[in-house]
């Protein structure tokens, strides 16, 4: 290498560089066992001896080669550097210099992985690693420090590194097949611009920011909440850590006695002005469900508020009702068993019925005595802060319902906490099984309600109209994101022709736009990765030879261009095994499968894996009967689809959860049984 002084390299520098060289061909194919003294000496014509001259031992080699590579990076990066002026420019120097094609060079690459394994065992190349780590930090913090505030310019360079080193790697590891140089800098392009352009609209003072009161000692990251049907900021929320959430299980510790102590009737009062505050409130409530969701207003005003309203009435009627049992034991003694809260109890929201879903955990949980900290999903984080908020004006003590905020990580300090007696869940079957791990090491109970991919079977007796307006409750509601959804819609072949030309008039008028708009039907989806995720179905289920009806693609048309909407949508031609049949996309994408004969379609609808819902269109009562007994899923409707009255327990079986939400059944799961056995006689002992 040429020495920055300008002067001639020695002899001695050519040879060092040299066996450098001849160091990273010899780990790109021989890897870093592979790769000696003895052998680098062979392939470059020397002596070992003069090698160890130079180096010393395999190590000094290794540390020598490492070094090279790690300075040619930084070569590069401070060239580039120097060519720009602008804050942007320099964060960009620094993405193409660290993802030029040079580093995916298969030979470099190599080399790179075979000294990154080595780093947490060899202390020389870990400074090499960690001062290559600080400087590329460095560089992005000081150009992004004149871009956006300090405290985000420093998370947003850790993630920028992050991508950088993570992009390389997957590439890397899947032998250069994943990304190149061109596309991987595309990338990296993308995600700085759309954070920069995040963070430019997401100015304190928006005017329509809304903060929600973070607990005392917050100094986590702030992440912005998106309108879906616009792609616009709505507010900001600050992630809950450790430090929030002990001091939020501390505070409920200290409620749930007040609270736990007062009768059932005590309670009941405060659960009952709840559910009246609610509804006063349903308006209000109902907008921000539809600006946090996408879902259309007429839908938030009529079920999400109304059905948390619901649930807390009916759950102080219970309060007042809880009991145990008297046993009697014969002459000498008697037993009884008392029904006790659990204690501190947590909920863990899913996007799709923020508010709801807060109310159909956080009611059977306080009115059984226990105090709840409930995490909502991060997109969707407004609602359940005013549950809280609604809940202390009912006359709750404080600290019995508390709201945490934030990502998976959030969640998980709740689901390890050893003094958070339960937890329950709604979301995918993944998170369900990750919860259900974490809660295990302290033996928590889990509540899960969780994923489906529910068939609803339709009868050649069926009254028609009925059996379509059900297909549609089944799959529209919405936008589709609703986990008990009957999205295999199994058509009995008599029928299916005519099945479907109703249904596909009925969808091809559906109302789509502005949710905010009270004509509107069908609103957007929760996010623009959902939405791909949605849109990336139904080019599967088009190339697995499934055939469009209605629908198939994204709705960008006026005032809906920057939303997340997905037009209804109905395949035909549907097979048992496509992915769109298998696996919840949950979004507005039905598919209509044709069946012959009763015990086929039984056999079919519970091959899956899920078993959250099912329903059956039929006149003949014996054979809906005979046949619901026979589906596997916990939720089963006849003659209609996805009505939860809050009387009825609502969950799933096989992967769709655990236990039940709502009816006397939920009481089962916030409650535990004390049993006491009391003596009327003597007692005489045999020592
Ligand atoms: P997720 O499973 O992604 O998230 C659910 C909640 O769990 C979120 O608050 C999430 O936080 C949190 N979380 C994620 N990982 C962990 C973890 N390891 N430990 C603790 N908490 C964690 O579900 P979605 O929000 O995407 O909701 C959609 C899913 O919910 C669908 O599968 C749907 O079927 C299901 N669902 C089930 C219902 C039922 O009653 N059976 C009803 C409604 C929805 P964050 O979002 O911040 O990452």
């Not at 004006?393 to 969640?411: I, N, S």
């Not at 009763?598 to 099912?614: C, D, M, P, S």
């Not at 939860?644 to 009816?663: A, H, M, Q, Y």
Request: glycine content about 8%; aromatic content about 6%.
């Amino acid at each position: 290498m040429i020495p920055l002084d300008g002067s001639q390299p020695s002899t001695e520098d050519t040879r060092r560089r040299q066996l450098v060289e001849v160091t990273i061909d010899s780990l790109a194919e021989l890897g870093y066992v592979g790769t000696t003294l003895a052998q680098i000496a062979l392939r470059a014509g020397v002596s070992t001896g003069l090698v160890a001259h130079y180096f010393g031992d395999k190590d000094g080699l290794l540390d020598a080669a490492f070094r090279s590579l790690a300075r040619r990076v930084g070569n590069q990066v401070r060239a580039r550097l120097r060519q720009v002026s602008t804050p942007r420019g320099r964060i960009q120097a620094v993405i193409d210099a660290n993802l030029a094609p040079e580093e995916f060079e298969q030979r470099t690459g190599t080399a790179w992985l075979a000294f990154w394994g080595q780093v947490l065992h060899v202390e020389s190349l870990r400074r090499v690693q960690s001062v290559y780590q600080l400087r590329m930090l460095s560089n992005l913090r000081s150009s992004l420090k004149k871009l956006v505030p300090a405290d985000e310019a420093q998370r947003l360079a850790a993630m920028i590194a992050a991508m950088i080193d993570g992009v390389w790697l997957r590439a890397a590891l899947s032998g250069w097949r994943e990304a190149d140089s061109e596309s991987a800098r595309a990338l990296l392009t993308a995600f700085v611009d759309g954070r920069l352009s995040q963070a430019a609209a997401v100015s304190p003072s928006a005017p329509s920011s809304i903060e929600t009161p973070a607990l005392p000692g917050s100094a986590q990251a702030r992440f912005a909440s998106i309108n879906p049907a616009t792609g616009k900021v709505l507010g900001f929320v600050t992630a809950d850590g450790s430090a929030q959430v002990n001091a939020a299980v501390v505070a409920a510790k200290k409620g749930q006695l007040i609270w736990a102590a007062m009768t059932g009737a005590e309670r009941a009062r405060v659960l009952r002005r709840t559910a009246d505050i609610l509804r006063s409130r349903n308006q209000e409530l109902a907008e921000l469900e539809t600006c946090d969701t996408g879902k259309p207003i007429q839908e938030t005003l009529v079920v999400d508020v109304a059905s948390g309203a619901d649930c807390f009435e009916y759950f102080a009627g219970l309060a007042q009702s809880l009991s145990g049992e008297h046993i009697d034991l014969g002459a000498q003694a008697f037993g009884y068993t008392r029904r006790e809260p659990l204690g501190v109890v947590a909920g863990i929201g899913a996007w799709n019925y923020p508010l709801q879903i807060a109310c159909w955990k956080a009611a059977p949980a306080l009115a059984c005595g226990n105090a709840m900290i409930f995490k909502p999903a991060e997109l969707t984080p407004f609602t359940a802060v005013k549950l809280q908020e609604i809940l202390l004006q009912a006359g709750l003590p404080p600290g019995v319902f508390q709201v945490v905020q934030g990502f998976a990580e959030t969640g998980r300090l709740l689901t390890r906490h050893p003094d958070i007696r339960k937890v329950s869940l709604t979301g995918e079957v993944g998170t369900g099984k990750a919860v259900m791990s974490d809660a295990a090491q302290t033996l928590k109970s889990v509540t899960l309600e969780l994923g489906g991919k529910s068939p609803l079977i339709v009868f050649d007796d069926a009254k028609l109209d009925n059996a379509v307006a059900g297909a549609l409750l089944a799959n529209f509601y919405s936008s589709g994101q609703v986990c008990s959804n009957g999205t295999r819609v199994f058509v009995q072949r008599a029928i299916k022709a005519a099945f479907l030309e109703r249904l596909v008039k009925r969808v091809g008028a559906m109302r789509i736009g502005d949710p905010m708009n009270p004509e509107t039907q069908v609103g957007a989806l929760v996010s623009e990765q959902h939405m791909h995720k949605v849109l990336s179905y139904i080019d599967r289920g088009r190339a697995e030879g499934a055939r469009i009806l209605t629908g198939g693609s994204r709705v960008t048309t006026g005032d809906l261009a920057n939303g997340y909407f997905v037009a209804p949508t109905v395949f035909d031609n549907c097979r048992d095994d496509m992915a769109i049949v298998r696996e919840e996309i949950f979004g507005p994408v039905m598919s209509v499968l044709e069946f012959e004969d009763e015990q086929e379609v039984i056999e079919r609808a519970n091959a899956t894996e899920f078993g959250l819902a099912a329903g059956v269109f039929t006149n003949d009562l014996t054979r809906a009967h005979r046949v619901i007994a026979r589906l596997q899923a916990g939720t089963c409707w006849i003659n209609h689809y996805n009505v939860t009255p809050i009387e009825l327990p609502f969950g799933g079986v096989k992967l769709s959860g655990l236990g039940r939400e709502n009816g006397r059944a939920a009481i089962e799961h916030y409650t535990q049984l004390k049993s006491v056995y009391v003596a009327m006689g003597d007692v005489e002992a045999p020592y």
